[in-house]
T-cell receptor, first 118, second 113 residues
Framework: AQTVTQSQPEMSVQEAETVTLSCTYD???????LFWYKQPPSRQMILVIR??????QNATENRFSVNFQKAAKSFSLKISDSQLGDAAMYFC???????????????FGKGTSLLVTP | AAGVIQSPRHLIKEKRETATLKCYPI?????VYWYQQGPGQDPQFLIS???????DKGSIPDRFSAQQFSDYHSELNMSSLELGDSALYFC????????????FGPGTRLTVL
């Protein structure tokens, strides 16, 4: 089974600054999807960004971008111009790509709690 | 845009009671995933359905069962509740079994006393 590791239980950033959240994963597959989900205090799981492993270009969504290093099995999330509303738990998740009968569930890391200070 | 609906949003039960959680996927979504998130934990996959058939099974206890109905809504039935079942239960939906992005509902917070 694939494992996802988020080595930073907590991170802190000042408003308007940039922060990077780390994620590494272990897989023997060549094709897969990676996601970052945000879980604010409301506990809603909100998709932040997704990356297909077969794409070399790093995904970007407004202030959110990823640094995808396939060989290193690393998938970090960069948040630019941090805002108070970015404060949340961030989960990195893995999903297989291959077409098969099962195994499409998301495999989550333990999460990183991001604190944004004024 | 329409989102995933879960009901109830909060549920309080006593030990050994039963609970039923409901999930209404986004319109035209035919696949539902259930996840359990304990306090301070990451979400853990329980079970999934595609076109009203169970498609995958994760760490779902034998005391739990689930099904997907003809209108694609899904229900998670939990019996003989234990204190450890207290958690946030998410349902996520997507269209097509192998498509990539799962859209999560707001969750049902179950408290077992």
């Amino acid at each position: 089974a694939q494992t996802v590791t988020q080595s930073q239980p907590e991170m802190s950033v000042q408003e308007a600054e940039t922060v990077t959240l780390s994620c590494t994963y272990d897989t023997s597959e060549s094709d897969y999807y990676l996601f970052w989900y945000k879980q604010p205090p409301s506990r809603q799981m909100i998709l932040v960004i997704r990356q297909e492993a077969y794409k070399q270009q790093n995904a970007t969504e407004n202030r959110f971008s990823v640094n995808f290093q396939k060989a290193a099995k690393s998938f970090s999330l960069k948040i630019s111009d941090s805002q108070l509303g970015d404060a949340a738990m961030y989960f990195c998740a893995y999903r297989t790509f291959r077409v098969r009968n099962s195994g499409y569930a998301l495999n989550f890391g333990k999460g990183t709690s991001l604190l944004v200070t004024p | 845009a329409a989102g995933v609906i879960q009901s109830p949003r909060h549920l309080i039960k006593e030990k050994r009671e039963t609970a039923t959680l409901k999930c209404y996927p986004i319109p035209r979504h035919d696949t539902v995933y259930w996840y359990q998130q304990g306090p301070g934990q990451d979400p853990q996959f329980l079970i999934s359905f595609y076109e009203k058939m169970q498609s995958d099974k994760g760490s779902i206890p034998d005391r739990f069962s689930a099904q997907q109905f003809s209108d694609y809504h899904s229900e998670l039935n939990m019996s003989s509740l234990e204190l450890g079942d207290s958690a946030l239960y998410f349902c996520a939906s997507l269209r097509g079994f192998g498509t990539d992005t799962q859209y999560f509902g707001p969750g049902t917070r179950l408290t077992v006393l």
